[in-house]
């Protein structure tokens, strides 16, 4: 045997040794999870989170915590589990609407042991996509996809249009009123309804902002775009806290308190919690995440789920050290499960 | 003494044989070194600096959205950044392209002849991808480097010592770290392992394949569990994540159109080689050889087809060149020697011919922008001052694509200060126009046209368009507010009264 095939095969071993000598002697023994979504959930998961048991499962964990992200991807859940020390009990993605059911997603958050929560977009660029699905034009498409979701069996939360009393939404002000989408919401509902299609939460989720900031800024008390108790079970809150233009620090109460308070004028004996929130990369992150654990428990809300996307600002905590630091001890410290309204069965 | 010099004789000797490849570096240096002072840094460069320039914490920070492992190229850039700014931060990646070439024109050289590889490192040189890599302070140029030279050490491997052997895994786990992109030519190097070396025995060739794949496997596994999932991150979002829903930006005609009008000269040549390879009945392996040559260069093309995406296509596009350009030196080198056999003024025309391709190279490479190409240096020095000048502490900026640059020229704005749309701007950022929540607003003058609206809104709300310099006004239109007319929102007293902020 020549030389070469004799070095060829020392080469791996002695490396072998060389680098598990390093990864042992750092305490890097695992690789990290680069395992695309399963396609079917375990045999636990579904005695777990069938649809009947879907709101003892989530109570049982309250305050809880998630993780949105705008498509849903495995590493960034476990980047952001890892990252964060914290069980994420919802897993939240966006998806067109009328469109395809994405079961893939949605079983991959129940295989998490989390439940899916996914927003349909009603037209992100068309006004008239909420016109034509109030106006039933799209009914066809509508219980395809309800028939696809009671199918997929599992507990999911639904979430229609959120931020409607915004002003840059199409489904939204100026290109759509709080009746349209009202109407729409509840045709939807009943859609659903109709095809069996039990196994959905339907969580309404308003933006925080309710009043006009600039004259055709138009942003509403979330309460006129209720669409009444029957038809909701949850309430997603979405807000976010970063730095006004003075260079200040938001807090929760001037984010949230006003639209917390339209809410409960109107919903009675709703899950509220916030659908939608981070804190932005700055200075005073560390504060402000202080800030809205304490908000979270001052105002009675059953939890967060944490938007994981660097967006208009970057929320996502990947990274930021003293940040992530902050979120393991607000979740840490949630107290003892507190008083939920019940949801509606 | 003497016998030092003595020791030195032979590699002067090989030196002054190599004037060739000493030619073709200095003429690529001669047309990239323009570039590196023509040209402002562009958003990828402005980024890598811009968090090298904030630290150890904020690069490990980057990981998810770097396309490399951050702890090797960008301190680096960083630490000359720091020195000498732009300029000097784009030396390495110039000194990492004429090494690429060096190599090139050595294993054609060694593979093919001595006139196969001069006219593959000139090919390679005079590249426009090539020439704007040299000049472009990213991750590329390293990978790059660090991929040829793996395949260096592969074509070496074969009659060389056992140090070519140990290189080679090194080198191209090197080069998987700084780019991980690089990883989709691991096994065109292992292939090369095993189809050059096949002559010199299969059993060797097999076992030095087998023997780099898997400690190059082992090291780059090394580097992703030292690295945590923030790496891993990284990785899958620059090797699986992207997906054709990722956004459809281009057709796969227009993808590959580019493609060829880049670089399709050299990946025509280097087809015809296998053509000859064939045609002069070399043996198989050697056959095979060319075409996993030619497949290192149509590898991105294809795959930025299939996935409608024409981002990033020249930059990935350069790590196939160097396989490309092997092969096309070895067919034009044939070709000359076939000719020059046939006729007697045959390597006349042949060389003629050579120097003709490499012309019209060169002239391609001027006329088609390369995507990564920075913005006129005009631009960077007299647009940034200007903005900067204009902003008023606690407003904000819009633009239309060209924050992550704006943050690097004007570390003193807070980042949370930009606000930036693509496409059309919404109608909520029109609104915040109307607001007067921005004291500067700057959109790309070749796109202006496609705002009438924001350009009425901007006129009618009371900005005003700054005077910039004939060459600027060309590419970049600026307005600002008066200082007294921008909304600084969300007062104190607003704050008590718990309103939301208007410009937030």
Redesign the interface.
């Known amino acids: 045997m020549?030389?070469?095939?004799l070095?060829?095969?020392a080469?791996?071993v002695v490396?072998?040794g060389v680098?598990g000598g390093?990864?042992n002697g750092?305490h890097?023994?695992?690789?990290?999870?680069?395992n695309p979504p399963p396609t079917v959930a375990p045999p636990l998961t579904t005695q777990l989170m069938k649809a009947s048991r879907c709101d003892n499962t989530i109570r049982a964990s309250q305050p809880f915590t998630g993780v949105a992200l705008t498509?849903v991807?495995p590493?960034?859940v476990?980047?952001f589990t890892?990252?964060t020390k914290s069980k994420v009990s919802i897993i939240e993605f966006y998806s067109s609407f009328p469109a395809k059911f994405d079961e893939t997603a949605a079983a991959y958050a129940v295989a998490q042991h989390a439940l899916p929560l996914v927003q349909l977009n009603p037209g992100k660029y068309n006004k008239l996509t909420l016109r034509k699905i109030a106006n039933r034009a799209d009914d066809a498409k509508i219980r395809a996809y309800a028939d696809a979701v009671k199918a997929f069996g599992y507990c999911i939360v639904i979430s229609f249009g959120h931020e409607m009393n915004g002003?840059?939404y199409r489904w939204g002000r100026?290109w759509n009123t709080p009746a349209t989408f009202i109407k729409a919401w509840r045709h939807v509902h009943d859609l659903f309804v109709q095809a069996g299609a039990t196994n959905v939460i339907w969580s309404w989720d308003p933006s925080?902002?309710?009043?006009q900031?600039?004259?055709?800024?138009i942003?509403t008390p979330a309460s006129e775009w209720y669409p009444g108790n029957d038809y909701v079970d949850w309430i997603g809150l979405d807000g976010y806290l970063?730095?006004?233009?003075?260079?200040?620090p938001?807090n929760f109460?001037?984010?949230f308190?006003?639209q917390i308070a339209y809410i409960r004028s109107v919903a009675t004996g709703k899950l509220l919690y916030l659908a939608e929130t981070g804190v932005?990369k700055?200075s005073a992150e560390v504060t402000q995440i202080n800030d809205l654990f304490a908000g979270i428990h001052q105002y009675n809300l059953a939890g967060l789920i944490w938007f994981e996307e660097?967006r208009?600002?970057?929320w996502?905590l990947?990274?930021?050290?003293a940040a992530i630091e902050a979120y393991r001890t607000g979740v840490s410290q949630y107290p003892k499960p507190v008083t939920i309204d019940k949801p509606q069965s | 003494m003497n016998a030092w010099l003595e020791r030195l004789q032979p590699l002067k000797a090989r030196m002054a044989e190599a004037w060739a490849m000493w030619s073709i570096l200095a003429a690529q240096a001669t047309l990239t070194l323009p570039w590196m002072w023509r040209t402002g840094a562009y958003s990828d460069e402005a980024l890598y600096l811009t968090v090298a320039r904030q630290g150890w914490k904020a690069l490990l920070g980057a990981a998810p959205n770097f396309p490399g492992l951050p702890v090797i190229y960008p301190p680096v850039a960083g630490f000359l950044d720091s020195i000498g700014g732009t300029i000097a931060a784009r030396i390495p990646s110039l000194l990492f392209m004429l090494g690429a070439t060096a190599l090139v024109y050595h294993m054609g050289d060694r593979m093919f002849g001595r006139m196969s590889g001069v006219l593959a490192a000139l090919l390679f040189a005079v590249c426009g991808i090539i020439v704007h890599l040299g000049a472009a302070a990213t991750f590329d140029p390293m990978a790059l480097f660090l991929l040829v030279l793996a395949l260096h050490a592969a074509v070496r491997m074969r009659d060389g010592g056992i140090g070519w052997l140990v290189l080679c895994p090194l080198a191209l786990a090197a080069a998987n770290a700084t780019k991980y992109a690089t990883t989709a030519w691991d096994p065109l190097i292992i292939g090369t392992i095993v189809l050059y070396g096949w002559s010199k025995g299969r059993l060797q060739s097999l076992f030095l394949a087998v023997s780099v794949a898997v400690s190059t496997a082992m090291i780059d596994a090394a580097v992703l569990m030292l690295g945590g999932t923030n790496l891993a991150y990284g990785v899958v979002d620059s090797l699986i994540r992207r997906s054709p829903q990722a956004g459809l930006s281009s057709s796969a005609l227009s993808v590959l159109a580019h493609a060829l009008l880049m670089t399709g000269l050299i990946v025509l040549i280097a087809l015809a080689g296998i053509w000859v390879s064939v045609v002069k009945r070399m043996p198989a392996t050697a056959t095979a050889f060319l075409c996993l040559l030619v497949l290192g260069a149509v590898l991105v093309p294809v795959d930025q087809a299939r996935l409608h995406q024409i981002t990033s296509l020249d930059e990935n596009m350069g790590f196939g060149l160097p396989f490309a350009a092997l092969a096309a030196g070895y067919a034009l080198g044939a070709w000359r020697q076939w000719l020059g056999r046939q006729r007697h003024w045959g390597k006349i025309v042949a060389t003629t011919a050579a120097v003709v391709t490499v012309i019209t190279m060169l002239i391609v490479g001027r006329v088609e922008r390369v995507q990564f190409r920075g913005p006129a240096a005009e631009v960077a020095s007299s647009v940034w001052p200007v903005v900067g000048g204009h902003f008023v502490k606690h407003s904000m900026i819009l633009d239309d694509g060209s924050s992550t640059v704006g943050e690097y020229y004007l570390p003193g704005i807070p980042p949370t200060a930009w606000r930036t749309f693509y496409g059309t701007p919404s109608d909520y950022t029109r609104r915040m126009v109307k607001g007067h929540c921005f004291s500067v607003v700057m959109i790309d003058a070749s796109d202006a046209n496609s705002f009438p609206h924001l350009r009425r809104i901007l006129h009618n709300y009371g900005y005003q368009r700054l005077t910039t310099n004939s060459t600027v006004s060309k590419r970049v239109l600026i307005w600002s507010l008066p200082k007294s007319q921008v909304t600084l929102t969300a007062s104190v007293k607003a704050r008590q009264s718990q309103k939301p902020n208007p410009c937030g």
């Open positions: 020549n030389v070469k095939i070095a060829s095969l080469m791996p490396l072998a680098l390093i990864l750092t890097h023994t695992k690789l990290p999870s680069l498509k991807s590493v960034a476990n980047a890892a990252a002003w840059w100026p925080h902002q309710y009043d900031v600039t004259p055709t800024k942003a970063s730095l006004d233009t003075n260079g200040q938001q109460r001037e984010i308190a006003h932005a700055e660097n208009k600002s970057p996502q990947a990274g930021r050290a």
